[in-house]
């Protein structure tokens, strides 16, 4: 910290703070006398302790002792460090950066930065990098003792040769399918690449990956039933993207739904949508499975979330795809909807500005 020779301080800087100069700055700032008690608090700081505050002792507001240190030493004239001070605003804890410098009298001057955003953004890298490691991680060991076995035990059994190349294929189609989930997600995620907006009739779109996942169906016996596209639904997109919305939501209603059950995806088209303030086409995919429980739905959309991370696993999900489906959706200006019961099924909607 800069700190003026004295005699310049008492010279040519005024006594204190005048309440304009605090009131202009847009972070919370507390003004503390000789004694401890509270001159001024501004306007951000008034909305974050409440302005009755104004002649208290400033530990009426501030008691960690870390940050107690802290404006202890800056009243004394000494240096002081940042130091971290954590509040709950409007039900979600927030993190302030505190720093205490010296008033030119007596008392100290405290500042708070929220950096709450920046906390959370560390802790969403950090988690992202877990989640990574581990889903790599996962098929990696399955491949290395798969080569261990065949290298040893098996190499002469043609029959777990066979087999055990099947499960490498496995594991290896799930790597890559998680590497370019992610750089997909990384090309959405990046504001400079620009959607391509075409003509296109999403009926053809849908019709696709209804036609791509049909196997998929068949395998656990559940069919695709398609509403809604006997005259086409005109929008401007990206064909690429949106299938993989439409791919997404209905694999994920095939491995989620009942077996031998039915998934309907259902088009229909509104004249003005009120969410949209204009037309718009609305498809819904609905399947009879085990839905999911209310307290999930707001977080589903999140990169790696899974219900239940087992189960998932085990169909091969690894939690992408709704965040794909977010993004692709997002960057046609729509909305996405999620609606479920739990033991009846759900039904994921779509709303897209219609041409
Ligand atoms: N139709 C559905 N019915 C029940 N649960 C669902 C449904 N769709 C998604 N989920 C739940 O939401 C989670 C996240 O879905 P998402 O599509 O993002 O990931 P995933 O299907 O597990 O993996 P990925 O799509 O990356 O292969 C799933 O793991 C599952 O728990
Ligand atoms: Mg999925």
């Given at each position: 910290?800069?700190?003026?020779?004295?005699?310049?301080?008492?010279?040519?800087?005024?006594?204190?703070?005048?309440?304009?100069?605090i009131?202009?700055v847009p972070i919370p700032l507390?003004?503390?006398?000789?004694?401890?008690?509270?001159?001024?608090?501004n306007g951000p700081a008034?909305?974050l302790?409440?302005?009755?505050?104004?002649?208290?002792?400033?530990?009426?507001?501030?008691?960690?002792?870390?940050?107690?240190?802290?404006?202890?030493?800056?009243?004394?004239?000494?240096?002081?460090?940042?130091?971290?001070?954590?509040?709950?605003?409007?039900?979600?804890?927030?993190?302030f950066s505190?720093t205490?410098?010296?008033?030119?009298?007596?008392?100290?001057?405290i500042a708070l930065i929220d950096?709450?955003?920046?906390?959370?953004?560390?802790?969403?890298?950090?988690?992202?990098?877990?989640?990574?490691?581990?889903?790599?991680?996962?098929?990696?060991?399955?491949?290395?003792?798969?080569?261990?076995?065949?290298?040893?035990?098996?190499?002469?059994?043609?029959?777990?040769?066979?087999?055990?190349?099947?499960?490498?294929?496995?594991?290896?189609?799930?790597?890559?399918?998680?590497?370019?989930?992610?750089?997909?997600?990384?090309?959405?995620?990046?504001?400079?690449?620009?959607?391509?907006?075409?003509?296109?009739?999403?009926?053809?779109?849908?019709?696709?990956?209804?036609?791509?996942?049909?196997?998929?169906?068949?395998?656990?016996?559940?069919?695709?039933?398609?509403?809604?596209?006997?005259?086409?639904?005109?929008?401007?997109?990206?064909?690429?993207?949106?299938?993989?919305?439409?791919?997404?939501?209905?694999?994920?209603?095939?491995?989620?739904?009942?077996?031998?059950?039915?998934?309907?995806?259902?088009?229909?088209?509104?004249?003005?949508?009120?969410?949209?303030?204009?037309?718009?086409?609305?498809?819904?995919?609905?399947?009879?499975?085990?839905?999911?429980?209310?307290?999930?739905?707001?977080?589903?959309?999140?990169?790696?979330?899974?219900?239940?991370?087992?189960?998932?696993?085990?169909?091969?999900?690894?939690?992408?795809?709704?965040?794909?489906?977010?993004?692709?959706?997002?960057?046609?200006?729509?909305?996405?909807?999620?609606?479920?019961?739990?033991?009846?099924?759900?039904?994921?909607?779509?709303?897209?500005?219609?041409?």
């Open positions: 910290m800069f700190i003026l020779p004295l005699r310049y301080k008492t010279r040519i800087v005024p006594h204190f703070m005048p309440t304009d100069v009131e202009a507390i003004v503390v006398d000789g004694d401890r008690h509270i001159l001024e608090l008034q909305s302790f409440g302005a009755a505050m104004v002649g208290r002792h400033y530990m009426t507001v501030i008691r960690e002792p870390f940050c107690v240190q802290q404006v202890e030493a800056a009243i004394n004239g000494r240096p002081s460090q940042a130091a971290e001070l954590r509040r709950p605003i409007d039900e979600k804890e927030r993190i505190l205490a410098s010296p008033r030119n009298e007596a008392g100290a001057v950096q709450t955003e920046a906390h959370d953004a560390e802790r969403m890298r950090s988690d992202f990098v877990a989640n990574v490691s581990h889903e790599l991680k996962t098929p990696l060991t399955a491949l290395s003792g798969l080569i261990e076995t065949l290298s040893g035990a098996a190499q002469n059994d043609a029959e777990a040769r066979g087999r055990f190349l099947g499960m490498m294929a496995e594991e290896t189609s799930r790597m890559s399918r998680l590497v370019s989930d992610l750089l997909s997600l990384n090309r959405l995620e990046d504001a400079d690449v620009i959607t391509r907006r075409e003509r296109l009739n999403l009926c053809d779109v849908i019709e696709a990956a209804r036609r791509s996942l049909s196997d998929h169906a068949g395998a656990r016996g559940i069919s695709l039933v398609l509403q809604g596209c006997d005259a086409p639904a005109f929008l401007l997109g990206d064909a690429d993207q949106l299938r993989q919305v439409f791919n997404n939501l209905i694999e994920n209603a095939i491995k989620y739904g009942d077996e031998n059950g039915t998934v309907t995806i259902n088009v229909t088209r509104e004249d003005h949508a009120a969410l949209l303030r204009g037309p718009a086409i609305r498809v819904a995919v609905t399947d009879t499975g085990r839905g999911i429980g209310q307290e999930h739905i707001a977080r589903l959309t999140e990169r790696f979330y899974r219900v239940d991370r087992h189960r998932s696993r085990q169909v091969g999900g690894t939690g992408l795809g709704l965040a794909i489906v977010k993004h692709i959706i997002r960057r046609h200006r729509g909305w996405l909807r999620i609606a479920s019961k739990v033991g009846k099924g759900s039904t994921f909607t779509v709303l897209l500005p219609a041409e």
